[in-house]
């Protein structure tokens, strides 16, 4: 069955920038046989949109339009209310302060639809959202009886603050993705948002206005993203009422993007808990984990081996939510136990900031608790913790890497999905991680999983493990096996497809308004299935027919 998907974006494909860019790639070009609209919104200031349409090596034929547009562009029409039209704003923005500013109010979702409308028939929003009436209002809100504590003393610099940051998250409210025929979101089978933030905003619209079925996927939940991006904020008194207004306008929007769609799905169990907790129905929830390409761990997981007993290794993004504090005290334990025992520590990169000051940090303590050894690589068979990075020239591949660990480690509390963890399991190592985020959901079974921050239980795991080659052998094969059946691009790619059938199977079916009755409405049945077909299906039949009418007319023959 095709489909035609709108595909909504947010700073990922096509711009192809982290993991979520590079699995909406391997989303579009696994579905060959569907089309994909892509509505992407680049949160890069300073960026130019365009730039997203070249995406990774190109859009493939099946995506065959790419509209971006980017919250920071200036997003003024030029237009500007009249008096009926101010009194209009005035309700729908008025109950969408209310909703921000009162836990316990309910009129987000009409102001949010409110604007919505207003914007389709005069548009002028983006002004208006800027104006002082604007302000006024948030100004009332915030005073209410019924207002947040930590908003009641927003200054006026709050309201601007706050006024400019809700006016880009709004700016899809304005866009003209919606009509123009074949050319807007009224045209798509069902719109797929990757995240519950901002870029869903053009799924509610299209489902409010053309009743187009919506699908959320979220890898990592744009509400708790929200959350950790603020929590290094400066905490004085100037910046808490406008922290604490941006968190409540996500939230509600969140709420209302998981109350509209169809179909909710995370990428680990750990993302779901958060869906839930932050207002989407549990039987609307589906847990599809994101595919890895495996291919270049292949050779190392057909191994029949558990590594070498006296290595281990750990691969990740060194910052401090790693914990490597932890993994050397650990390691310093297992030392006791296994003097020829070795660490390495690979980077695939190194957080601005405060990563360099945690690699310095994690430098100076392994120096401190191994004054022994003579500071030197792993190779030369020195300091018995290395450092290495896996992203420089002549750094030491992924593969090779895993394939010298006896057992890899991962002791951090990062949230999200634990790729690191995941490549360890196609290569075929037992691993000992740490119960945070999405670990024991994508564990299983198949590896040892102790308490967050404990040094003591992390080398009792350890020891473990290095003394039963068997046991690391067992545990191995099953951790290849779970990644093979779970983590490929391939069950992805096929999981989506049975969810755009199911999404489409479970909604109602939406006339076509280009075929209507004398009295103006739409006539059931008048337009066949057969007469929506991929455009590029439609252009290699012509060229088909063309071909086949060139080669009669060569054999002198009409068939």
Same mark, same amino acid.
């Given at each position: /069955?095709?489909?035609?998907?709108?595909?909504?974006?947010?700073?990922?494909?096509?711009?192809?920038?982290?993991?979520?860019?590079?699995?909406?790639? =391997?989303?579009?070009?696994?579905?060959?046989?569907?089309?994909?609209?892509?509505?992407?919104?680049?949160?890069?200031?300073?960026?130019?949109?365009?730039?997203?349409?070249?995406?990774?090596?190109?859009?493939?034929?099946?995506?065959?339009?790419?509209?971006?547009?980017?919250?920071?562009?200036?997003?003024?029409?030029?237009?500007?209310?009249?008096?009926?039209?101010?009194?209009?704003?005035?309700?729908?923005?008025?109950?969408?302060?209310?909703?921000?500013?009162?836990?316990?109010?309910?009129?987000?979702?009409?102001?949010?639809?409110?604007?919505?409308?207003?914007?389709?028939?005069?548009?002028?929003?983006?002004?208006?959202? =800027?104006?002082?009436?604007?302000?006024?209002? @948030?100004?009332?809100?915030?005073?209410?009886?019924?207002?947040?504590?930590?908003?009641?003393?927003?200054?006026?610099?709050?309201?601007?603050?706050?006024?400019?940051?809700?006016?880009?998250?709004?700016?899809?409210?304005?866009?003209?993705?919606?009509?123009?025929?074949?050319?807007?979101?009224?045209?798509?089978?069902?719109?797929?948002?990757?995240?519950?933030?901002?870029?869903?905003?053009?799924?509610?619209?299209?489902?409010?206005?053309?009743?187009?079925?919506? @699908?959320?996927?979220?890898?990592?939940?744009?509400?708790?993203?929200?959350?950790?991006?603020?929590?290094?904020?400066?905490?004085?008194?100037?910046?808490?009422?406008?922290?604490?207004?941006?968190?409540?306008?996500?939230?509600?929007?969140?709420?209302?993007?998981?109350?509209?769609?169809?179909?909710?799905?995370?990428?680990?169990?750990? %993302?779901?808990?958060?869906?839930?907790?932050?207002?989407?129905?549990?039987?609307? @929830?589906?847990?599809?984990?994101?595919? /890895?390409?495996?291919?270049?761990?292949?050779?190392?997981?057909?191994?029949?081996?558990?590594?070498?007993?006296?290595?281990?290794?750990?691969?990740?993004?060194?910052?401090?939510?790693?914990?490597?504090?932890?993994?050397?005290?650990?390691?310093?334990?297992?030392?006791?136990?296994?003097?020829?025992?070795?660490? =390495?520590?690979?980077?695939?990169?190194?957080?601005?900031?405060?990563?360099?000051?945690?690699? %310095?940090?994690?430098?100076?303590?392994?120096?401190?608790?191994?004054?022994?050894?003579?500071?030197?690589?792993?190779?030369?068979?020195?300091?018995?913790?290395?450092?290495?990075?896996?992203?420089?020239?002549?750094?030491?591949?992924?593969?090779?890497?895993?394939?010298?660990?006896?057992?890899?480690?991962?002791?951090?509390?990062?949230?999200?999905?634990?790729?690191?963890?995941?490549?360890? /399991?196609?290569?075929?190592?037992?691993?000992?991680?740490?119960?945070?985020?999405?670990?024991?959901?994508?564990?299983?079974?198949?590896?040892?999983?102790?308490?967050?921050?404990?040094?003591?239980?992390?080398?009792?795991?350890?020891?473990?493990?290095?003394?039963?080659?068997?046991?690391?052998?067992?545990?191995?094969?099953?951790?290849?096996?779970?990644?093979?059946?779970?983590?490929?691009?391939?069950?992805?790619?096929?999981?989506?497809?049975?969810?755009?059938?199911?999404?489409?199977?479970?909604?109602?079916?939406?006339?076509?308004?280009?075929?209507?009755?004398?009295?103006?409405?739409?006539?059931?049945?008048?337009?066949?299935?057969?007469?929506?077909?991929?455009?590029?299906?439609?252009?290699?039949?012509?060229?088909?027919?063309?071909?086949?009418?060139?080669?009669?007319?060569?054999?002198?023959?009409?068939?």
């Amino acid at each position: /069955m095709f489909v035609r998907i709108g595909l909504l974006t947010y700073g990922g494909y096509p711009y192809a920038t982290g993991e979520c860019g590079l699995w909406c790639d =391997r989303l579009v070009r696994g579905l060959a046989d569907h089309e994909f609209d892509v509505y992407a919104l680049d949160d890069t200031p300073g960026r130019d949109p365009r730039r997203g349409q070249r995406g990774l090596d190109g859009p493939p034929p099946q995506a065959r339009r790419v509209r971006t547009a980017s919250p920071w562009a200036p997003a003024d029409d030029g237009r500007r209310y009249g008096r009926r039209d101010r009194r209009r704003f005035a309700g729908h923005f008025g109950q969408l302060a209310l909703g921000v500013c009162d836990e316990r109010a309910d009129s987000f979702s009409a102001g949010l639809h409110g604007l919505a409308e207003l914007a389709a028939d005069r548009g002028g929003l983006c002004a208006a959202l =800027r104006s002082e009436t604007a302000l006024r209002i @948030l100004e009332a809100a915030c005073r209410a009886p019924g207002a947040r504590r930590s908003v009641r003393d927003a200054s006026v610099s709050d309201l601007v603050a706050f006024a400019d940051a809700l006016e880009r998250a709004l700016r899809p409210l304005s866009l003209d993705w919606y009509g123009g025929g074949d050319a807007g979101l009224s045209a798509v089978d069902l719109c797929h948002a990757t995240t519950a933030g901002p870029a869903a905003l053009p799924g509610l619209l299209a489902k409010r206005f053309f009743g187009v079925p919506l @699908l959320v996927s979220e890898h990592d939940v744009h509400l708790r993203t929200h959350y950790l991006a603020n929590d290094g904020a400066r905490e004085d008194a100037a910046r808490t009422p406008v922290r604490a207004l941006l968190a409540a306008f996500h939230g509600r929007l969140a709420a209302e993007v998981y109350r509209a769609a169809q179909l909710v799905t995370s990428g680990d169990a750990h %993302a779901r808990r958060w869906q839930e907790r932050s207002g989407a129905d549990r039987a609307k @929830l589906r847990t599809i984990h994101p595919g /890895m390409a495996a291919d270049r761990f292949a050779g190392v997981g057909e191994r029949d081996d558990a590594g070498d007993p006296d290595t281990l290794v750990w691969v990740g993004a060194i910052g401090p939510d790693q914990d490597l504090v932890s993994l050397l005290h650990a390691f310093a334990r297992v030392r006791e136990q296994r003097p020829a025992a070795r660490l =390495r520590l690979v980077a695939t990169e190194v957080a601005a900031g405060a990563g360099a000051a945690c690699l %310095a940090h994690c430098r100076a303590l392994a120096a401190r608790l191994f004054p022994d050894r003579a500071q030197g690589a792993y190779e030369t068979g020195g300091n018995p913790v290395s450092f290495e990075d896996a992203g420089g020239p002549g750094a030491p591949g992924l593969p090779g890497v895993y394939a010298s660990a006896g057992v890899v480690v991962l002791p951090g509390s990062a949230e999200g999905f634990p790729v690191s963890l995941a490549e360890a /399991m196609f290569c075929g190592r037992a691993t000992v991680s740490t119960e945070a985020g999405a670990v024991v959901g994508v564990v299983g079974g198949t590896g040892l999983v102790v308490p967050p921050r404990n040094p003591e239980a992390l080398a009792h795991a350890i020891l473990g493990l290095l003394a039963d080659n068997g046991r690391r052998r067992r545990l191995g094969a099953a951790a290849r096996s779970r990644a093979l059946e779970l983590f490929t691009p391939e069950q992805n790619v096929a999981a989506f497809r049975e969810v755009y059938l199911d999404v489409l199977s479970h909604s109602p079916g939406r006339p076509t308004a280009a075929v209507v009755g004398a009295g103006g409405a739409p006539l059931p049945f008048a337009a066949a299935a057969e007469a929506h077909v991929p455009v590029r299906w439609a252009e290699e039949a012509g060229r088909c027919v063309v071909g086949a009418g060139a080669a009669a007319g060569a054999g002198g023959r009409d068939v």
